[in-house]
């Protein structure tokens, strides 16, 4: 048969020599910008005349990669989140490292699919899984998979453990089989995540009950037994507790050695989001704090943050294989599994988790552990750990300044007082702070509310952060303190 005279297109270049050199060029400038982000603002608005340009309509014909490059660099560049930078303290967001872009630039060269199959990306996969199931404690024959974060993580586990502990099966007939209503546990500070894991999972909201925590915004024990205790006598199904491993609001960590023992006693799956904390681990100081959660039946864990992986990489370790890949292995003729050839392998992550398109995101992970170690890990949560306490200190030798919760890890909650002055307008007056450290550019914390006092929340996430850098940060917020009592009006005081 006559081949078409219309030749085939490709997206490959015509000019690999001139796009070897652009390239060249954006690793040159990427890496200037990495090594001055210093000189820079922690943050800036975006102008609206760069909105609109980003508004525009779709590009139907080709342009020259050179020029768009260009764009990249006067609309993209110069309005990130700003998380590179030392004085970046807004959520739990880690910085990244300039080998960790690298690595996934060899990630986009190979552009694996991480689904199964018989390829070295999976063999990648397992062993950063079995890293992380060592350094946590769980024995090597416990299962995981890498996620996108804390929130996908926490999804995965808590399907596992709806599906492991119904009285029905789930996978053939859903949650309207199941002869009692189940509900699960956790603390009134853990992450939003878990609550929209519930509602994903067809639970509803309401299953989800939100335990009070004490003074240092730890779960009470005592309440939650007594929960668990009418739910069983109201004829509801008990399952699940979910203890954090470092709270998202003041990085609290719930007893877990007691939340273990009690799902022991009552026949409950224990999962932890240890998203924010639970790499205290790695720290011989910090590890009494996670006592027990190597006793977790599923643990999240979130890899973009203390181990500074580029964004995103998350993960989920479930003790019992078997619970882990019944809640997730579905059949399919396309996706036949081989004894030899391309189709073999042993492991097919597609089995373990809801996605079947999985980036090679294993790679970054194994690059940066050899990279630091763990020990240079520990390090640097114990040195985050310290900058939080030293800031904490701070706070706490001005008259201006109050803390509002415990400082037990690496989040630093307080605020800017003015005596007189109602919450109300304490409330207007921090908030209207943070937006001004936000916009001059010097330092971008975020914000919580903690019994119903709106805070400045200091999350140090940071591997570039120094120690001067809280000392600019408090000497702003008293500057800037000042200006506004100045130029507040009358109404403004309490009523």
Not at 237 to 265: K, M, Q, S
Not at 361 to 371: C, D, K, N, V
Request: hydrophobic letters at 40%; proline letters at 5%.
């Amino acid at each position: 048969m006559k081949l078409p005279e219309k030749p085939e297109i490709t997206l490959d270049p015509q000019d690999w020599s001139r796009l070897r050199d652009l390239g060249h060029r954006m690793i040159d400038d990427v890496f200037r910008y990495l090594e001055t982000v210093r000189d820079r603002e922690v943050w800036k608005p975006i102008p609206s005349q760069v909105r609109d340009e980003l508004d525009s309509g779709r590009p139907l014909e080709p342009r020259d990669p050179e020029q768009v490059y260009a764009d990249f660099q006067r609309l993209i560049l110069p309005y990130p989140t700003g998380n590179i930078h030392p004085r970046f303290w807004g959520w739990v967001i880690g910085s990244g490292t300039p080998f960790g872009m690298l690595a996934q630039l060899l990630e986009g060269v190979m552009n694996c699919n991480v689904f199964g199959a018989d390829q070295v990306a999976v063999e990648v996969e397992r062993q950063v899984i079995g890293w992380f199931k060592e350094a946590m404690g769980y024995l090597p024959e416990a299962s995981g998979i890498l996620t996108t974060g804390g929130s996908a993580s926490n999804l995965v586990g808590l399907t596992v453990a709806r599906n492991a502990k119904a009285e029905a099966d789930i996978a053939a007939e859903g949650i309207q089989s199941l002869p009692r209503r189940m509900v699960l546990y956790a603390s009134a500070e853990t992450h939003s995540s878990v609550r929209k894991s519930v509602e994903l999972l067809g639970l509803g909201s309401h299953a989800l009950r939100m335990i009070p925590v004490d003074a240092d915004f730890r779960i009470r024990i005592e309440l939650l037994r007594e929960a668990i205790r009418q739910d069983r006598e109201a004829g509801l199904l008990p399952f699940c507790v979910v203890g954090n491993a470092g709270t998202v609001n003041t990085g609290a960590f719930d007893p877990l050695e007691e939340l273990a023992d009690l799902c022991r006693d009552e026949d409950l799956w224990l999962h932890v989001d240890g998203a924010l904390g639970g790499f205290a681990v790695l720290s011989d100081r910090l590890k009494p704090l996670v006592r027990g959660i190597e006793r977790a039946d599923s643990l999240a864990l979130d890899l973009h943050k203390w181990l500074h992986v580029q964004y995103d990489a998350g993960c989920v370790l479930i003790r019992r294989p078997h619970d882990h890949h019944a809640a997730y292995t579905r059949p399919a003729s396309y996706l036949n599994r081989a004894q030899r050839g391309l189709s073999g392998g042993p492991l097919w992550f597609n089995e373990y988790g809801f996605e079947l398109s999985r980036g090679f995101r294993a790679l970054r992970i194994w690059m940066a552990l050899q990279e630091h170690g763990f020990r240079r890990y520990g390090e640097l949560v114990e040195q985050n750990v310290r900058q939080a306490a030293y800031l904490a200190g701070l706070v706490a030798d001005s008259e201006n300044l109050e803390l509002l919760a415990p400082v037990p890890l690496n989040v630093v909650c307080f605020r800017h007082t003015v005596p007189g002055w109602d919450e109300p307008a304490l409330a207007a007056f921090n908030q209207a702070l943070l937006a001004d450290l936000q916009e001059n550019g010097v330092a971008a914390p975020s914000s919580t509310v903690l019994n119903g006092r709106f805070a400045l929340r200091v999350a140090i996430c940071n591997h570039r952060s120094r120690f001067e850098d809280f000392v600019l940060l408090v000497k702003e917020v008293l500057r800037l303190g000042r200006e506004r009592i100045l130029e507040a009006q009358p109404a403004g005081a309490a009523h």
